[in-house]
């Protein structure tokens, strides 16, 4: 290159993702949409979402919410940290609050409330 032409700039990106869950949230009545969209046409239930990372750990939150609750993963993707759950309200929310629990006291994650909607 001669002195005339200019470098083209160089960006470097990083993902460098925490211990932490990001979303825990219930959605008590959905829309019969939700289901069609995640595969799941056998249930009216309330679905329950969890966000984490490093995105594998949504493979021992799947673990734990389906032993803590009548839950069932409707979703689990253990390349993006997401986890979708079905079940009732009440065993929604003692699965979540169990992994919440777990992943804070355990492996010391940095974790968030239950939101419902």
Not at 22 to 43: Q, R
Not at 84 to 90: A, E, P, T, V
């Amino acid at each position: 290159m001669n002195n005339n032409e200019t470098m083209p700039e160089r960006i470097i990106q990083e993902y460098v993702p925490g211990k932490q869950i990001t979303l825990a949230h219930i959605i008590a009545n959905p829309n019969p949409d939700l289901y069609e969209k995640l595969g799941v046409l056998d249930t009216t239930d309330p679905i329950g979402i969890i966000t984490l990372t490093p995105a594998e750990s949504t493979i021992i939150a799947g673990d734990i919410a389906v032993k803590s609750g009548d839950v069932k993963v409707a979703f689990l993707d253990r390349f993006s940290g997401s986890l979708f759950l079905i079940g009732r309200i009440d065993d929604l929310e003692t699965s979540l609050q169990s992994v919440l629990d777990y992943f804070e006291n355990r492996l010391k994650f940095s974790v968030t409330m239950i939101t419902r909607s």
